[in-house]
């Protein structure tokens, strides 16, 4: 580099992985069970439509002017009340409106995080939470789980961390959504030793039998922040999400969001809005559970009957996708090339660890593609293993 | 705060001096000459409203799904082929699309900027980059300007700085265009000490005479970071922005955005790209210059009429600003309370001061509001200042 010196995180920032997958994988052809991409069959576009129309005749100039950097007003409290109906006591004020929830990972990154400063997290955990919480160069803790979650007896490695980082419902990557019971013990002992939780729930809403519990954030909000999305019951491509924090956080958090990009498109937060003020989402979040848990049933008959003795895979009772364990010292990476060649594509699990990855796992979205596909891609799957391990 | 630790950025972090004023000069029957908000008049509604239809009926999937993070291939084609004809060569592959330019502000802090490291900036300068730097800790080094933009022989106070920030068109807040000359000089001697420049150019569509000089980073493109924004010449609630950078830079810039947002909306994206794609800005910028030069030139009058003897203030040949001097000892922050009980409002112009604050200017614009309420306006500011000084 000739004139620019680097800052020293920037040493910290890569490629993601999983994108560097997709770019291969995406050429035509390619049955993707890669991406973690929504089924966009399930987008509403009726209602975006009219959603777009109707604000761009009520109120153009609102929408394409400037605005506050905490976000639409009726929005937040909208966000506000369908969360206290999930358990999670919160007002409108504490509702900060982000451009995706990304950027509520990256905000909770540029507050909380200092150079060598502990977080927690689940193993395996969201890539992209890895990923924004990576510039402010904290020392990440990976937390030993099962599949209910983090064992509450592991939480004392946590201690003195900056916050423990939880995705309870339906966890990228794993696929798991914790129990009432975990949640409490989970959460109990992380107060008992004063550690903050940053509960992220961009999957809640994609349950197949039942809702899953309340969250975490209900037990203890003073020391939780919360995150909440709108892209996988709406649409990914508008960038809507959300952060609700306790009165104490909310100030810096707002101040980072200020400086971050000034605010969320006021287009956006006004047309989603109007989408969803008088309950859409109570007709069309069914239709999504319902056609992901067709897919869901269509995968797992494909996983069972062509997957050779010797792997193992969780049934995610709701969410994006299935997590795979190949039998031990199978690398899923190396197996990855072999997969494209014969016509399909996975994610390699071991990025999704921050320590001692395991390099047998895999990640199987079951939403992107329709269960003809899911069926052709599993087989093929079936048949790399095979031929490669 | 009980549990959470702040990190020590945080403390760098503070509610944006105007952000705070804009409120509460926000109370209906103030005429607000402190905003740098376009005027809503210049929104082209009709265009948008063609345009989210067509993206909704031609490729809504696409539009409402999630999306490369270097933003829309046709959109960052037509930034380039743009940018070629002001004088800055670069292909598509340079142009990195953001949520709004301030978000190019924050990505060229996290990349470039370390705790204690130096970057300079003009006297004054646009007060959201302080803030976007700021969390990065930087040291900031406040270069001094005449009407022209920086002096070229204070530069060397800026060696070893990792960039100097500079807004050459029509800066926010002082109104200054830097001449074709004085753009050569500082280039030069920022290229003979290493020093990288971040040239910001939000204004520089908005002339009303004749077209600005060049960008200085056409003369050292692989020493400049250039950023630009659709705000100004569409609409801001749109947030839609891009940086343009050295292909060296590009993959860390990029790595920062998918940290912080994944990717800019892919709706606002296409929407904007079909709304620009055949020529729109040739018709449509041409009536935002004819109003604002209007609108400057009520002002222009109304200061000459009004204001008492001892104040001083540019003639801005460009964009949205004047910026007044008031006689020496004057604070105008100790003003505004008073301004605003008269039922007008500016912004100080301290704030914009990384150092040496002069408490006599602020500014004022001349877009928000028509030319009966800028006479206004500004005759409630003169009888302040009688009243108050």
Known sequence: MSSFTLARRAARMNPSVIREILKVTERPGIISLAGGLPAPESFPVEAMRAATEKVLRDAP????????SEGYA??????????????????????????GSQQGLDLVGKVLIDAGSRVAVEAPTYLGALQAFAPYEPEIVSLPCDDD???????????????????????????????????????????????????????????????????????????????????????????????VAPHELGPKLLQAKQASDLHTPSFNQRVVYEVIRDGFLREHVPTIRARYKAQRDAMRAALERHLPAGCRWNVPSGGMFFWVELPPGVDALALLPHAVERGMAF????????????????????????????????????QTLKAHS
Request: proline share 12%.
């Open 149 to 243: 979650g983090p064992l509450p007896d592991a939480l004392a490695q946590a201690q003195g961390a900056r916050f423990l980082y939880l995705l309870p419902n339906f966890q990228n990557p794993s696929g798991r959504c914790m129990s009432a019971r975990r949640r409490a013990e989970v959460a109990d002992a992380a107060a008992a030793i004063g550690l903050p939780l940053v509960e992220d729930n961009p999957y809640g809403d994609l349950w197949f039998d039942s809702e899953p519990p309340p969250p975490l954030a209900g037990r203890h909000p003073a020391s939780t922040v919360y995150l909440g999305s709108f892209s996988k019951v709406l649409a990914p491509g508008l960038r809507l999400g959300y952060v």
């Open 61 to 68: 100039r609102e929408a394409l002017q400037y605005a506050a």
């Open 74 to 99: 009726p929005l937040r409290e909208w966000v506000a009340a369908q969360l206290a109906q999930q358990g999670l006591d919160c007002d409108a004020s504490q509702v900060l409106i982000t451009t």
């Open 347 to 382: 994610v390699p699990g071991a990025p999704f660890y921050a320590a001692d990855p395991r390099p047998n796992t895999l990640r199987l979205s079951f939403v992107t593609v329709p269960p003809a596909q899911i069926e052709r891609g599993v087989e093929l799957l079936a």
